[in-house]
């Protein structure tokens, strides 16, 4: 499959923002299909973890508990492309950070998990400087 394209790198300060963007179709001109699409990053040294999470068709929204209230994920329908909008940024979030989606819309789906998501991004970095 084609990967996703993340975009919206960058190096900000401690307390600065950012937003990433996923566009659902990473191919011009193909339509395609996503039950939800996640947002996942991975520090230096670390595993990658769960930011958050937006069904399509409902907009329901999913987020790590550690970034509810700083980093939104939004879905916009007329380009098809998945926002993360993140605020007050720490050191901490520090990590690449990568696009996911599912195109399966049957069986249990849980968003913190990245079985749930058949297609990946190549990842975008985010660097916060204190």
């Known amino acids: 499959q084609v990967p996703l394209v993340e975009s919206g790198e960058g190096l900000v300060e401690a307390g600065g923002s950012l937003r990433l963007s996923c566009p659902i179709s990473?191919?011009?001109?193909?339509?395609?299909?996503?039950?939800?699409m996640g947002w996942f990053r991975q520090a230096p040294g670390k595993d990658r973890e769960f930011v958050a999470a937006?069904?399509?068709?409902?907009?329901?929204?999913y987020y790590a508990d550690s970034l509810k209230g700083r980093f939104t994920i939004s879905g916009e329908n007329a380009k098809n492309t998945v926002h993360l909008q993140m605020n007050s940024l720490k050191p901490d979030d520090t990590a690449v950070y990568y696009c996911?989606?599912?195109?399966?819309?049957?069986?249990?789906?849980?968003?913190?998990?990245?079985?749930?998501?058949?297609?990946w991004g190549q990842g975008t970095q985010v660097t916060v400087s204190s």
């Open positions: 990473p191919v011009s001109g193909r339509t395609s299909r996503a039950f939800s």
């Open positions: 937006i069904v399509w068709n409902t907009f329901r929204t």
């Open positions: 996911a989606r599912r195109t399966q819309f049957y069986g249990a789906y849980s968003p913190a998990q990245e079985s749930s998501y058949d297609s």
